[in-house]
């Protein structure tokens, strides 16, 4: 209520506002404000976009977001002109590995994924990383699992071999390990839950006992569990044990209306890795079984698995994922969802990202023309800004509407 107040206040004097002209990032002192002025704005909320929209920033978090006639613009704010484009907040990728990478960072970010969750990485790197790269604008904000966890013999060490997991031989190993985990900088956990049935052989896997306690760990300490599963036969251990995601759609056959309505009940999320699937020959069922989710309710974040396997990978804006989930039935505005409000929750980030309201951190991007009647729009960025901070700046050298006089109202 306070900001909202100096807002107002700020809005009975005349603005003075300055052009964003063509510049390409920060390069010093941050003005007070920046106000994205006169786009399409979709707040990542699933509700209908706003048009001809202001967004205020300040202090690397969202002051205030509305249609342009009851939302002020303060004065000292710079200004940038999006007419004609759509602003949208950061995405995710919910998915990936690579994510120690500060060149793989950037580059997603520079796309407008401004956070990535990497699900599985070896935990001394993980560690390193963090010591040496801390989180800085330019980068993607990484969310970590640290390694896999499974069961001497378990997946990914068969088939894969060993790297990128960790094994648990009891429940009581299995507390040790989550709380160690998450000491060691896991933001969240992940559960290898594969008995083999895409890989053609038995492959052990962990006791309901010890995924509940694990599930029990990451819960107690206010964060979330990711379960890689492949198959149906492997989805009520891993609803059993209560995960809050599931890393890849099943493809071994069809969903079952059952299924999807316990998975609905039981609010978990499913990261479906189309591209991952796309890549692995199985893109006909995932779709299919994505269609059927959706369908019947089902919640989806996006994520891809991001060189998680041997295949040509996207990386920066995922658009084979889109496109895909677009091929199951999910509207534009759906995958939007997806890829913001959804995403930011399986990455136990819902509180302060996934959507542009009052409050939440400033991660935004900019495109060109309109993601809703055409998702290729997507890959026209524009503007990108992380935590406040502009990381890429290509609009047009325009000059700005004059800021109308307040009407009495902020936010919305
Ligand atoms: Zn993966």
Redesign the pocket.
């Known amino acids: 209520m306070r900001q909202r107040n100096v807002v107002l206040a700020l809005t009975l004097f005349c603005a003075m506002v300055h052009a964003a002209p063509g510049s390409s990032a920060d390069t010093g002192d941050a003005p007070p404000y920046r106000v994205l002025v006169g786009g399409r704005m979709i707040d990542g909320t699933g509700a209908d976009p706003v048009e001809d929209a202001v967004l205020v920033i300040s202090g690397g978090r969202i002051l205030a977001a509305g249609p342009r006639d009851t939302t002020g613009i303060p004065i000292l704010s710079e200004v940038f002109d999006v007419r004609g484009m759509t602003v949208l907040p950061g995405f995710f990728n919910a998915?990936?590995?690579r994510g120690l990478s500060a060149a793989n960072l950037e580059a997603w970010a520079r796309e407008g994924v401004t956070t990535v969750r990497d699900?599985?990485c070896d935990e001394r790197s993980l560690a390193i990383f963090r010591t040496y790269f801390p989180p800085q604008p330019r980068r993607s904000r990484l969310v970590a699992a640290g390694p896999?966890i499974t069961v001497p013999g378990g997946y990914p060490i068969v088939p894969f071999g060993g790297s990128w997991s960790t094994v648990v031989t009891s429940v009581n190993h299995a507390r040790e390990t989550g709380e160690r985990l998450l000491d060691n900088g896991a933001d969240l956990l992940k559960l290898a839950l594969e008995t083999g049935t895409m890989f053609g052989q038995p492959i052990p896997v962990m006791t309901l006992g010890e995924a509940g306690m694990l599930v029990g760990v990451a819960h107690g300490r206010d964060t979330v569990v990711s379960a890689?599963i492949t198959s149906t036969v492997d989805l009520d251990l891993a609803l059993d044990a209560g995960v809050d995601d599931l890393?890849?759609m099943a493809v071994d056959r069809w969903l079952t209306t059952d299924e999807v309505q316990r998975i609905v009940d039981d609010d978990v999320s499913w990261v479906p890795?189309l591209e991952?699937w796309l890549c692995a020959g199985r893109r006909a069922m995932a779709v299919a079984n994505l269609r059927r989710f959706v369908a019947g309710g089902g919640r989806v974040a996006l994520g891809t698995?991001y060189e998680?396997?041997t295949c040509d990978w996207e990386l920066g804006m995922p658009m084979t994922e889109i496109r895909l989930m677009a091929e199951a039935g999910m509207t534009p505005m759906q995958i939007i969802a997806a890829a913001t409000l959804n995403a930011a929750r399986v990455s136990n980030l819902e509180h302060d990202l996934g959507t542009l309201e009052p409050g939440k951190v400033a991660d935004v991007f900019v495109v060109e023309g309109d993601p809703l009647s055409d998702l290729d729009a997507l890959l026209d960025v524009r503007l990108v800004i992380h935590e406040g901070t502009v990381i890429r700046n290509a609009l047009p050298g325009r000059i700005p509407p004059p800021p109308r006089p307040a009407s009495g109202r902020v936010g919305g």
């Open positions: 998915h990936v590995h699900l599985g896999l890689h890393a890849h890795t991952l698995d998680g396997y």
